[in-house]
């Protein structure tokens, strides 16, 4: 049974940084693709990275040049640096594992999702 477990969220000021964290029960190896993803409140659940297991990655446009998403396979882990925060990046944010391609729909496999809340 595959198991992501995300952290590394919280309250931070607009301007600042964060950096996700997301722990996998199995070997990386098994994945294709690995991505986060987020949902605000009364909006859709969307991507916001994905990562392939040769580390070609992509962004959703609004967090082009501000978030970065990396892999350590050794670790089993992957990672979501997030600068320069703005309010409309409040939003649970999902570690996902199981996507076939980099730009295709999310995979079967869900981490319990971290609060990133930007506020002043």
């Known amino acids: 049974q595959v198991q992501l477990v995300g952290s590394g969220g919280g309250l931070v000021q607009p301007g600042g940084s964060l950096r996700l964290s997301c722990a996998a029960s199995v070997s990386f190896i098994s994945f294709d693709v690995m991505g986060w993803y987020r949902q605000a409140p009364g909006k859709q659940r969307e991507l916001v990275a994905a990562i392939t297991r040769g580390e070609t990655t992509n962004y959703a446009d609004s967090v082009k040049d501000r978030f970065t998403i990396s892999r350590d396979n050794a670790k089993n882990t992957v990672y979501l640096q997030m600068n320069s925060l703005k309010p409309e990046d409040t939003a649970v944010y999902y570690c996902?594992?199981?996507?076939?391609?980099?730009?295709?729909?999310?995979?079967?496999?869900w981490g319990q999702g971290t609060q990133v809340t930007v506020s002043s």
């Open positions: 996902n594992a199981g996507q076939a391609q980099l730009f295709g729909p999310p995979g079967k496999f």
